[in-house]
């Protein structure tokens, strides 16, 4: 594990930071905010956008450091987006350190669970004082993060009978199968009835309830299984 500290002196610098997008069988989008950085006052600035296979540019919204005057556009070329962030004014941005840029970019849902490299290439910024001028800056590199969050939980019961003191095993298969995190939370509607810990199900006493298997991604997906102890049951799906 480890964490880097972007460090410069006497210059211009534009980065962002890692970025985490998680993909489902819907249309999945993140945004990446551009950070801005500069020694002088600049007017205006221009970076060409190279993404990896699997992102879509959407749009993009002008950041903090942008006065009213300011307008950010984007166009579309064969293999990047060119966004450029200008005063008609020529009015200096508001700030030398902030967001310069927020874009806005599609996932495509079949991506793989890894990390992705997205490239700021051709760089240029204007001084406000000097607005003939366009100084160029070097590439940049960023990561964008993918992980596959689950879509469907099935268990190995649907309904299971465990008599006072006894147990059963319950297991949980998460799909897709290619999802991430596949680990999932256990938990008991009435611990007093059944309890339950990794799958494992403890009758306690005569009654019913739910044993209820989460995914822990943050995806909320869970599943059920009815467990019933000394008791009849008549139920429907």
Known sequence: VSAL???YSDCFM???EKTSAHSQSTVQEVTIPVKYSANADNSSLQFDLYL????TF????RGDIANTSHVVTSSTKLDY???VLY?????AFKARTGIAANITLEVDTALASKDYDVLLKDIYVSDASKPANRYPVSDQHSVISVT???ERIVLSSSM???GIGESHLLSASIFPTYTTNKSVKWTSGNDAIASVESGNVLGKSKGLTDIKAMAEDGSNVSALCHAYSDCFMLYTE
């Not at 959407?58 to 919204?61: D, E, G, P, R, Y």
């Not at 005063?87 to 009015?91: A, K």
């Open 5 to 7: 500290c972007h460090a």
């Open 14 to 16: 534009l980065y962002t």
């Open 52 to 55: 990896p296979e699997g992102f």
């Open 58 to 61: 959407k749009s993009v919204a």
């Open 81 to 83: 987006t060119r966004i």
């Open 87 to 91: 005063s008609s004014q020529n009015q």
């Open 148 to 150: 596959t969050l689950a």
């Open 160 to 162: 299971v009978e465990v």
